[in-house]
């Protein structure tokens, strides 16, 4: 079974988690720079998070797109 830090750098998933991970961070550290968090704003963090994964979920599931997948070369 590969690792976790295998699967995060390869999988589609695991490229799309880390692209939402890192736009969740930073709003935060953006309101952080405000003064304050406001654990309200959850939704429009998830949102944006959706945005940034989205793109990446799509690719992967393009058939054409050698990056994942079928058409993927191993090293």
Do not use: C, H
């Amino acid at each position: 079974m590969a690792s976790f830090g295998s699967w995060l750098a390869s999988s589609p998933l695991g490229t799309a988690l880390k692209s939402a991970i890192a736009v969740v961070l930073s709003l935060i550290l953006t309101e952080i720079s405000t003064g304050a968090i406001d654990f309200s704003n959850w939704q429009t963090w998830m949102y944006a998070a959706l945005g940034a994964a989205l793109p990446i979920l799509i690719n992967a599931l393009n058939p054409r797109d050698a990056r994942y997948g079928r058409g993927k070369v191993s090293k």
